[in-house]
């Protein structure tokens, strides 16, 4: 673990017994991260989350900090609230961040980056007010140490956000540094990876578990370099996300030294000593095998390669898995659309009279695939549930396939859907009572 810089100088920090803490994530899985934060936080939170725009409220302690970062599969950042309070100009936001003592943040010899993120801000620079809060707290830590900290914008020791709304302004601390979506074992990408997080929210919002009766068996037949099945496996082992990578608040005075270090080192040990093989089967495929490679050489950074059946081939033509007697299968895949990359494979081909091949669209791949579907996927008695994310809203009318739910979600900044779709012989299976649109 490295150790805080300019920390042997210091004693420890204490927090507040309570902070308010923002958990960031992308639009629209707000309910599902509120979801998972009550999960695993202890009882005494639960009660004191709440999904808002963005994000959610939490009202926690500085262990829960720790236990976020770690655990939280659809989290972006967690961000605490340092001060709030009403702004009309750039100067009252310098006053304002005078206000916080940051010595029990930083010294002079760790370094910072001040972002900005506004709604309906009168301001007329944000440029200009990040420089205002920065010059606050240099100007602080000069007047008390002789020295001031140095900025850094890739990798600062404490991340500082300003948030500005029309008429009121808030501080945060960012403790998590680099997203929460880079869990450290994804090198080898594709031409358009899914993040993590978007890969967990749709697991999410398809209720998989990795259990026998929350989903059952997965298979993602367009897993490109992985993120799907990995994030599977993971979930599945039990294994928390942030295992394999470093926070910002283990450079940050107030979890760097004292109690909060050794909460730490207890966490991280209890977190990998629940870690179980998977009680159902992952299947993976992908057209490309260089994108089988690059997915397994990710799956055996993550530790997981073992509990993954990775092979090549088309969508369009590989059978579907053969499943223990009694389990449902669970499809879940971020198929190849105009935005983000070329359709591949044997849907990419036609043939002119001649009988020569040439590229298309690919506009007939969601057809032929779901009659690969009713070919393949409907003989399991225990049956199959497809969970597919596009941007085209039309996509259940082109398939032929009737959805049983659709929810809103967005991959980067295209709008998509995720559909589901009941793999059953004959007409499609009404939806399952609660399954109502999100």
């Not at 770690?70 to 702004?87: D, H, N, T």
């Not at 140490?145 to 020791?157: A, C, L």
């Not at 900044?413 to 939806?431: N, T, Y």
Request: aromatic share 8%; net charge positive; proline share 9%.
């Amino acid at each position: 673990m490295p150790q805080c810089r300019y920390a042997a100088t210091i004693g420890p920090v204490s927090l507040p017994n309570k902070l308010s803490l923002f958990v960031s994530c992308p639009g629209g899985v707000e309910p599902l991260l509120e979801a998972e934060l009550k999960r695993f936080l202890p009882p005494g939170v639960r009660s004191k989350v709440e999904a808002l725009r963005g994000g959610c409220g939490v009202l926690g302690t500085a262990e829960d900090v720790l236990r976020i970062n770690l655990e939280s599969r659809l989290a972006q950042r967690v961000l605490v609230e340092i001060i709030e309070g009403p702004y009309r100009h750039d100067d009252d936001l310098y006053a304002l961040a005078r206000r916080v003592d940051w010595r029990d943040w930083l010294t002079p010899k760790h370094t910072l980056r001040v972002d900005v993120t506004a709604q309906r801000s009168p301001l007329k620079s944000l440029n200009f007010a990040a420089l205002r809060i920065k010059d606050a707290i240099c100007d602080q830590l000069r007047e008390h140490t002789g020295e001031r900290p140095s900025v850094d914008t890739q990798r600062p020791d404490l991340p500082v956000v300003l948030h500005v709304g029309p008429e009121r302004a808030a501080l945060y601390v960012d403790t998590s540094g680099e997203p929460l979506f880079k869990r450290g074992w994804r090198i080898d990408k594709g031409d358009a990876p899914l993040k993590e997080t978007l890969a967990a929210a749709m697991l999410a919002a398809a209720g998989w578990r990795g259990t026998f009766e929350e989903g059952g068996a997965l298979h993602d037949p367009c897993c490109g370099s992985g993120t799907i099945p990995i994030e599977a496996a993971l979930i599945a082992c039990d294994s928390a996300p942030g295992l394999q990578r470093r926070f910002a608040f283990e450079r940050q005075l107030p979890f760097a030294t004292g109690p909060m270090k050794a909460a730490w080192g207890e966490m991280t040990q209890a977190a990998r000593a629940r870690i179980h093989p998977p009680a159902v089967p992952i299947y993976a495929s992908d057209v490309a095998f260089r994108m089988v490679d690059f997915a397994r050489r990710n799956a055996e950074r993550a530790g997981v390669a073992q509990y993954i059946q990775f092979n090549g081939g088309d969508a369009l033509e590989r059978p579907a898995p053969q499943l223990p007697e009694g389990m449902p299968g669970c499809i879940v895949m971020n198929p190849p659309y105009g935005e983000r990359i070329e359709v591949r494979g044997k849907s990419a081909m036609t043939r002119d009279a001649g009988g020569s091949e040439a590229r298309d669209g690919g506009d007939d791949f969601f057809p032929r695939l779901a009659t690969h579907w009713k070919r393949q996927y409907t003989e399991n008695p225990a049956g199959w549930t497809a969970w597919m994310l596009s941007p085209d809203m039309k996509l259940p009318s082109r398939m032929r396939l009737k959805e049983s739910r659709r929810v809103p979600m967005w991959n980067g900044p295209i709008e998509c859907r995720l559909f589901r779709f009941d793999l059953v012989k004959g007409s499609a299976r009404k939806p399952a009572e609660g399954d109502a649109p999100a």
